[in-house]
């Protein structure tokens, strides 16, 4: 039995209860990395373990991929994949564009989806058929806009400096085409994706938990994503997401050479 809308709101909210009143009053942060910058404040492991505990009781037999406390049945049926803060630099610097991210995967394919946004009271919402926005706009259905030509289209990336070598040249070359481009926006990105605001977001290095919520609002809303090589993004790695087929193909040709 897949969950309701009601239950990802629950789910959301306990995340809210952990990550908002967190946001701009100085995070405790801690540095997981021993070369390099990849921070973890408090209210990323509250709000996971918020999380986690409704899952377990509700879905005791459902696997569980998280970010910060580790994952439990992934050859399960259903696995929930969660980010309770995507955006942690933006979060600690006080940039509302981090976000919540929730979703469930049946037999490894995303199906249901989330992205929350506490602070602006935004919120993107993937039922396995629609997507669907609520927030200080209302409440509408979701649908990426039309998009025929990659000259046309407003890109995004988190940075580029997140892409070597090769594949920064490949960035370049889209982003050269392209009529607009910025930066530094993390998951609300996708989720201006699939609200018919941009037309194209490229990324890099991600992992199952950056795009496990992202996929299903993505998709439900007429867009494509995927990995660079076509295959399917759920496991993360080099993603490619677009809200239409056309600047779909005209990117992808290019990232892949």
């Known amino acids: ?36 910058f990849d921070p973890v404040t408090e209210g990323d492991r509250a709000a996971e373990a918020a999380i986690r505990a409704l899952i ?7 696997g569980i991929l998280g970010e910060e406390h580790g994952s439990i049945g992934l050859d399960r049926e ?6 309770p803060i995507d955006g942690t630099r933006a979060f600690i610097s006080g940039l509302p564009v981090w976000g919540t991210l929730i979703g ?38 979701l649908s990426t806009r039309p998009c025929e030509h990659l000259a046309d289209a407003i890109m995004y990336t988190t940075s580029p400096h997140l892409f070597i070598g090769e594949d920064r040249t490949r960035y370049d070359a889209v982003q050269d085409k392209v009529r607009l481009f910025r930066y530094g926006v993390d998951c609300y990105a996708y989720a ?38 076509g295959g399917p993004a759920e496991m993360g790695g ?18 892949q050479g």
């Open 78 to 83: 259903y696995v929930w994949v969660i980010d």
């Open 238 to 255: 080099s993603i490619i997401a677009a809200g239409s087929r056309a600047v779909y193909e005209q990117a992808i040709a290019i990232l």
């Open 192 to 229: 201006l994706l699939a609200a018919g605001h941009v037309d194209l977001v490229i990324e890099s290095g991600l992992k199952a938990y950056d795009v496990g919520g992202l996929i299903p609002v993505i998709e439900q809303a007429g867009g494509v994503i995927t990995a660079w090589d």
């Open 56 to 62: 377990t009781e509700r879905f005791p037999g459902h």
């Open 1 to 36: 039995m897949l969950p309701d809308r009601a239950f990802f709101d629950q789910l959301a909210d306990a995340a809210k209860a952990e990550t908002l009143p967190r946001f701009r009053v100085g995070a405790d942060v801690v540095n997981k990395e021993a070369k390099g």
């Open 104 to 141: 469930l995967y049946r037999n490894g394919k995303a199906v249901m989806g989330l992205i929350d946004q506490p602070f602006t009271g935004e919120r993107y919402f993937a039922d396995g058929n629609k997507s669907s926005y609520k927030g200080p706009e209302g409440n509408r259905v």
